[in-house]
Structures are given as C-alpha cells and as structure tokens.
C-alpha cells in the first residue's frame, strides 16, 4: 500500500509539473477567467480607481526618485553580475535559479539514478575528459633559483602558484625518495627536506645532508633553488652527477635481491635521468646547443622507457634552434604517432614544418585567386590541427596577448601549455619567414573553430585548472569564448533604460508627468476598454496646452 501511495505521488507531481511546463498559458487564461469572474466581489474597479487617484497626485519629484533608486539598484546588480562572471565564468543569478530554484520547481537532474541508458561511448569520452585534464610536469621548465627567483627580485610578482609549487613537491616526493631511505642519515634528512614549505628549510636541510656524505638530491635542491645563476646550477649539477651516478651503478647490481632495492635502483634511475636532463638544458641556456642535443640524444638511447620526462620536446626545441629541419621531422615522425599522447609541441612543431615549405612564397591574396596548392592547403590543415588541439597559442605566437614565465606544470590543451610552448618556441616561429602569416588566419581564437574532429572534444575543466596554475596578474585565455549572459545584458539594459527615464524626468518634469499620468490611465482607470491610440494623444495634447497647476509652479520654483 505505502509503494502505491508513493507511486500515485509521484505521478501526480509529475503530472502537475507537465503541467506548469507545457500548459502554463492555459493556467495563465484560466486565472485572468477568475479574476474576470471575482472583479465584482473583489472591488477591483474601485481599488484600481483609488490607485489611480493616488497616482495622479504624486509629484515629477517622486518619478526622478523612482527612475534614479531602480537606475542605481541595477547598477549595482550589474557590476556584482560582471565581478561574478569575471571570476567564476558563470552568471550569479542563473546559477543559483539553476541549482536551488529548479529542483523546486520540479526540474529533472542530470545526475539522476536514471543513467542505466547511458552508452559505454559516453564513459570513454568521459575517461577520456579526465584524462585530458589532467597535470603535467612542464618538460621546459625553468630553475626556480636562477630564473624564476630573479623574476621576483626585479618586479616583485611570485611568478609560481602555491598549488604549482606544491604539485612540484609532490613530484620530488615521488621521484627523489623511496622507502628505504631511513636506513640511510643523508636521504632521510632529504626526505624530510622535500616535504618543507619554507625554501629556507629546504635549504638548510640540503646542507646538512651534504655534511654527512655526497648526497645527489641534495645537490638537486640546491640547484634548482639556491643556484642564482645557470652557471652555479651546472656546476651543482656536476657534483650531483658523479654521486648519483655511483649510486645508480651501486643499486643496479642489487636490484634483483629484493623489492627494496628494486625500489631504490628506481628512485637512482629517476635521479640520473632528471641530472642529466637539467645538465642538457643547462648547456642548451648557455647556448652549447650542440653539446645539449648530444646529452639529450645519449640519455633517450640509454633509458628508452622513461617517456615521462618527455625528453623528446627538449630535443625539438634544441634541433630547431641548430635549424636543424631534417633532424626535427626525424623526431616528429617517431613521437607524433596516433597512439601516443600529444602536445602543444608535438601538433605545432609539425605545422610549423608543413608552413615552412610553402610560407616563403605564400600570399593570402594570391591564395585567394588562385586557390591554395596541395603544398598550401597541408600547411593550413597542419595549423587547423594545431590550433584545435590547443587554440590559445596563436594569441601568444602572434604577440596579441602578453606571454609570462611558464609554469612548473602545464595542462593539455590549456592556456599554461600555450604559454610554455610559446615562451621558447616564439623566436623558431619568428625565423620561418611568413609561418606566422599563415598562423594569422586562425587570429579569431578564442572562438569555436568552424570544423574540429582530429581530437576529442575540448574539455571544460582547463579554465579552472589553469587558473591554479597559473598567477593572478595573468589573465587566463577561456576557449571557446563565453558569451556574457542573459541577466548581465538584461541588468545593463534595465540599468541604461531607468537612468534614461530618471534624467528625462529631472530635465523635463511636466512633460514626463503627462506622460506617467497617460500610461497610468491606461493601465489602471476603469474606462481603458474605450480609449484608442487618438483619443490618448488628444489628451496628452489637452495637458499640454492647459496652465500648470499651482503645485507644479511651486515645484519649478
């Protein structure tokens, strides 16, 4: 019984609901029918009479008062509508009728327990949203004490976020320790030292680890972190080389005795790796491009597996600073795979290779005559490809938006990967003659492209994402471009339209009064069932040309 009474709830609610959603003209005729019906027991002629009068008194005073209060009301709505909307990306009043009216008007979740018909194409592009959104360590990442710290000193701006730093944390965490470490005095000061939030702490920790013995993470922080210059890092870096190369070969012998130290010979394995990478980009920044290519080029032969660090972007980077092209498209044919996971590097490096090829000679208005050559139009599908898996680097490449130092981490597709990618690649884009001339076709970014079907949809999450990423000077770029919302229109409009009437009402207060009183006998005397449009401006007509009455020639004085 109590199931069925649930049940005859339930559709009646549902039906009343239908109802009010398909049927509400119907309920509006039937509740003009009632009043109709009641207009005698009501005395709705007599109290719109009694109001009528009581309008006709009021003073072109109380209509600037009136227009001026609803003018400065809407304002205020609006500006808290733009403030909201700037920082949130959504509009304040419509969220809100969204999440707490709607469910009270019986509106339908879409999170609802009805999902069972829900297909499985629908979880894998869900899977495959997450998985778009998701944090990369930034493989062209600067030196926090030689570049990022001098950043500060010069312009007083933490170019990093505390959720950047403390995502930076965690990846030495995971890369720099294991859970031997305790057995041994210098890596569990280390240990301890990594999990610091005062750059001092972690300082000074690394120094007492070093008095115990040749500690290769410790030399890591120090040069990340205390190192003012790439020099002084390169130098740090060395020394932490010749340590943790001995422990890499030491724990490599031992790595088959056990899980412990299979775990340790990984954590040496990531050390080396990370040493030797931040050595390439050391001599990559004091312009050894040569010497870095070698490095790089060694450590991708030796440790294959370790596609993590994303070694291969720091290589293109370096191939195409040396102009090398041959070599540049060498690597790309390697990485730049449909299985392999992409990036703005990856997608652009590619176009910039196929605009290369045609760019020297490419002329948008001959292009326009004539029509583009196979050459051109692999070039333009090359960038359209590029440009829809990330949109927010023409922006930066065509200097329409100021660039900032990248971050430590970087998200797919997002703003903080076009600002990394952008921040080295901008002077290889520079050197193509006319690359960029091609790349100024797609400058209408951040709006939707016209065709996208080489990538998964563009996730939604990259904006919130970005703005812990990256700091509050910058403003993040949103793709696609929202458009404002309704009540923020809505409000500018009411506001713009109150603040007219208040000022015609306080320039031209006899005119605007006739005028109130003409709607108001319109809307409100019981005789507006016989007036016409004439006799209205007949009577607009009268009140002009009759005197002023006393209480308005006090009031123009």
């Not at 609006?78 to 403030?83: A, D, R, T, V």
């Not at 500060?152 to 294991?178: I, K």
Request: with cysteine; proline share 4%.
């Amino acid at each position: 019984m109590a199931e069925a009474a649930t049940g005859f709830l339930e559709q009646l609610k549902s039906c009343i609901v239908w109802s009010w959603t398909y049927l509400w003209t119907v309920w509006f005729f039937i509740v003009l029918f009632l009043v109709y019906i009641l207009r005698v027991p009501l005395k709705i002629n007599d109290n719109l009479s009694t109001v009528s009068m009581f309008l006709n008194t009021l003073t072109p005073k109380f209509y600037v008062a009136l227009t001026g209060t609803s003018s400065l009301i809407s304002g205020l709505i609006l500006i808290f509508e733009w403030w909201y909307f700037r920082k949130y990306g959504t509009s304040f009043i419509e969220q809100v009728s969204v999440s707490h009216l709607r469910p009270l008007l019986g509106g339908v979740d879409n999170n609802s327990s009805n999902n069972s018909n829900s297909s499985n194409g629908d979880s894998d592009s869900n899977r495959q949203s997450v998985s778009e959104c998701k944090v990369w360590r930034n493989p062209l990442n600067l030196f926090r004490g030689a570049e990022y710290n001098r950043y500060t000193w010069v312009t007083g701006r933490e170019p990093l976020t505390y959720y950047d730093m403390n995502l930076s944390a965690q990846d030495h965490q995971t890369f720099f320790t294991c859970d031997s470490d305790h057995l041994r005095p210098a890596d569990a000061i280390m240990q301890k030292a990594w999990r610091e939030r005062n750059p001092q702490a972690r300082i000074s920790a690394a120094h007492e680890a070093l008095e115990i013995n040749e500690c290769a993470t410790a030399y890591i922080l120090l040069a990340e972190e205390e190192a003012t210059t790439i020099a002084e890092a390169e130098k740090l870096f060395k020394q932490a080389l010749k340590a943790g190369d001995g422990c890499y070969r030491r724990s490599q012998q031992l790595q088959h005795h056990g899980s412990q130290y299979e775990a340790q010979h990984r954590r040496d394995t990531n050390v080396l790796v990370y040493i030797k990478r931040r050595l390439a980009m050391c001599a990559r920044r004091l312009g050894r491009t040569r010497e870095a290519v070698k490095m790089m080029r060694d450590l991708m032969k030796e440790f294959p597996l370790l596609s993590m660090f994303n070694i291969h972007e720091n290589l293109l980077e370096a191939l195409l600073e040396l102009q090398a092209y041959a070599d540049v498209q060498a690597v790309l044919a390697k990485y730049d795979d449909i299985s392999l996971p992409k990036s703005a590097t990856i997608c652009y490096t590619a176009a910039l290779l196929k605009a290369r090829a045609v760019s020297d000679k490419f002329s948008p208005e001959a292009a326009s005559r004539r029509g583009l050559s196979t050459a051109e139009m692999n070039a333009v599908e090359a960038i359209h490809r590029a440009v829809e898996f990330n949109p927010h680097v023409p922006k930066y490449l065509l200097e329409m938006k100021s660039l900032i130092l990248p971050p430590e981490h970087i998200l797919k597709r997002g703003d903080s990967e076009a600002i990394a990618y952008a921040f080295f690649h901008l002077a290889h884009w520079k050197r193509v003659e006319g690359a960029l001339n091609l790349l100024h076709s797609f400058r209408m970014i951040p709006y939707p492209l016209e065709k996208g079907h080489l990538f998964y949809p563009y996730p939604i999450c990259t904006e919130t994402a970005d703005r812990e990423l990256l700091p509050s000077f910058h403003e993040v770029s949103v793709y696609p471009k929202k458009e404002l919302p309704f009540f923020i229109l809505f409000t500018a409009g009411l506001c713009s339209f109150t603040a007219m009437l208040a000022l015609l009402t306080h320039q031209f207060p006899e005119l605007m009064g006739v005028f109130a009183k003409a709607m108001i006998d319109i809307f409100c005397s019981a005789e507006f069932r016989d007036w016409n449009c004439e006799s209205i401006f007949m009577r607009v007509e009268d009140d002009l040309e009759m005197p002023p009455a006393p209480q308005s020639q006090h009031f123009q004085k």
